[in-house]
């Protein structure tokens, strides 16, 4: 590996950008960014931030190898990591094309013949900014400015790796693409930056995976992800994540969907050790639609605090937020959204639905919605519930041959069926080894 020193200033963006060898507007960008970062406090809201310290990361880590095109040219200790994170050749047989990001930079990427025929595009985001100058500049930043966050702009500042996606009119991608994350050194800040374009009439599924191993140092993952989805588009955005708990997961994740179009966050939080992030959708043209479905999972020391935010901009557009939530041995999670309505629209619908379930009598859960209407001709449902697991239903499911275990883990599979049910099989299958690991040792 090769790593810059510890801590975050001038010098080390100047060096990212330098060893990158970007244009001089990029250059440019990061160190404003730089200076917005500088100027942001800390959030004093959601969860403690005070032990996440940037003179203590590594803000780029590079791997050792080139990018390469054949996954057998992977170096074999490499490859073995991504084996385990699931990038066995049965799952890459059914996606459309595969990234894998290792550290700071995207060691592979590979996309099937097929899509390239059609104009499809899959790079990481560093090949985009030299290969597409023009549609890059054009959407880069267009939708999460620096001064949008503290994080973002810090992403802003380091960002290296991530996607670029670009559909072009009419092309439908039956097939997932997918992009593995993995962290694999201590004291690693890993700063992605994803952008997906679709143009008119077209659709993209795209899953991200993330992972890390434990160590005794903290770890920062701070992403970016931009979607513009054009008039008649629909772009699925999936993300499992799971993260070790000390990893401090802080993204931020917002879409524009334009005339007809719609946009599908469905987002899974395994793990970290604090998680904040809320999936965005602006509806910014007549009938557009946006979707959010989430999970966390909180578990001891960890605190997951997500959510989702809808901005309907534009009327006869409609919307849905369901979150589900669990909290066991301690953990804390948090739902925290915003539905936003602007002035004299009309034919709005949305609904918002909030559901937690605690496994004891020490976890919390927490529900911080905000509605902001300001038209009246708008249909608007807000639903929140907390419930425990109930023991007679541990017992029944026991009486039937059931492991407590096993009891628990199908308990927790029908509460986040909805979730669950987005997925394609794969994937799903997936979620059920999450949720089986999450429930060893859990007390109903």
Not at 316 to 324: D, E, L, Y
Not at 351 to 362: G, I, N, P, S, T
Request: glycine letters at 6%; hydrophobic letters at 40%.
């Amino acid at each position: 590996m090769s790593r810059m020193q510890k801590g975050l200033n001038k010098k080390i963006v100047l060096e990212i950008s330098q060893q990158k060898n970007e244009p001089g507007w990029m250059t440019d960008f990061r160190l404003k960014a730089l200076e917005i970062f500088e100027s942001k406090p800390m959030p004093s809201w959601g969860a403690n931030l005070s032990d996440l310290s940037a003179d203590d990361i590594y803000f780029y880590i590079k791997p050792i190898v080139q990018h390469r095109k054949s996954w057998d040219d992977v170096p074999a200790e490499i490859q073995d990591t991504f084996n385990r994170l699931g990038v066995p050749q049965a799952e890459k047989e059914m996606l459309a094309g595969v990234s894998a990001q290792f550290e700071s930079e995207v060691i592979y990427k590979k996309l099937k013949e097929r899509w390239e025929k059609k104009g499809v595009v899959f790079l990481d985001t560093e090949t985009a900014l030299k290969e597409y100058p023009e549609i890059f500049k054009k959407y880069f930043a267009s939708i999460v400015p620096p001064h949008d966050n503290k994080f973002a702009a810090l992403n802003s500042a380091v960002w290296s790796g991530g996607s670029f996606v670009y559909v072009p009119k009419g092309v439908m991608v039956d097939q997932p693409l997918q992009a593995y994350f993995r962290i694999n050194a201590q004291s690693m800040g890993q700063f992605e930056r994803t952008l997906i374009i679709a143009e008119p009439g077209s659709f993209l599924h795209y899953v991200e995976g993330c992972s890390a191993p434990v160590y005794r140092s903290n770890s920062l993952h701070s992403a970016v992800v931009e979607i513009v989805a054009l008039p008649d588009s629909h772009v699925r955005y999936t993300t499992i994540q799971n993260w070790s708990q000390n990893v401090y997961n802080l993204v931020t994740k917002r879409a524009i969907a334009h005339e007809r179009s719609t946009v599908e966050w469905v987002d899974g939080n395994f793990g970290s050790k604090v998680t904040m992030k809320y999936p965005c959708i602006v509806l910014k043209g007549q009938h557009a639609k946006g979707q959010i479905v989430s999970i966390a999972v909180a578990g001891k020391n960890q605190q997951q605090d997500s959510g989702g935010k809808i901005i309907h901009l534009a009327s006869n557009t409609s919307s849905n937020i369901v979150a589900k939530s669990l909290s066991k041995d301690g953990g804390r999670s948090s739902y925290r959204g915003l539905l936003k309505v602007g002035k004299n629209l009309s034919g709005i619908i949305s609904r918002v639905q909030c559901d937690a379930l605690l496994f004891d009598d020490f976890s919390q859960s927490d529900t911080y919605p905000k509605v902001d209407i300001a038209s009246n001709l708008v249909d608007i449902g807000h639903e929140a519930s907390v419930s425990k697991v109930n023991a007679d239903q541990i017992f029944y499911l026991m009486s039937k041959g059931l492991t407590e275990q096993q009891a628990q883990a199908m308990i927790v599979l029908g509460f986040i069926d909805c979730f669950v049910s987005m997925l394609p099989m794969e994937y799903a299958l997936e979620i059920n080894r999450l949720i089986e690991m999450e429930m060893e040792n859990s007390i109903g």
